[in-house]
């Protein structure tokens, strides 16, 4: 819950870097969102003879983490030394998907990269070498 909130807080933060479990914890709990909120429609919707289009509170919520949604995906990417706009290649019918899937479960980048620092803090960092005289 901590990394969607995390998320939410960089509502529209596209420089920097992300690490995997920000990532896939705010992709995790969008689906289980989506999924609660398809229940409660289908539960309202069951049981008035309303007939109201209640698909809309879906299509809110979708519009709402749209802009965080790309932001963290952004910067996955910048994680893994890829610029932002590889986030496109998702366009192309299945084999961009399954390359963007790659690109976002790789790793990250040990180290400092020209996105920023590594977000993962000292675990993940290389030593600097020192200069020796």
Sequence with gaps: MNYYLEVLKKYAVFTGRAT??????????????SIAIGIVVAVIKSASNDVLNLSLLGNLYSLAVLCPGLAVGIR????????GWWILIGLIPLIGTIILIV?????????????????????????????AN
């Excluded at 995997?20 to 969102?33: D, S, T, V």
């Excluded at 976002?104 to 000292?122: C, E, H, I, R, V």
Aim: aromatic residues 16%; charged residues 15%; without cysteine.
């Design 20 to 33: 995997r479990a920000e990532y896939w914890y705010f992709f995790l709990f969008n689906i289980l969102a």
């Design 76 to 83: 996955r990417l910048h994680d893994t030394n890829r610029s």
């Design 103 to 131: 690109f976002l479960a790789t790793d990250s980048q040990p180290g400092s990269n020209q996105y920023g620092p590594n977000p993962k803090g000292a675990k993940g960092a290389t030593p600097t070498p020192t200069a």
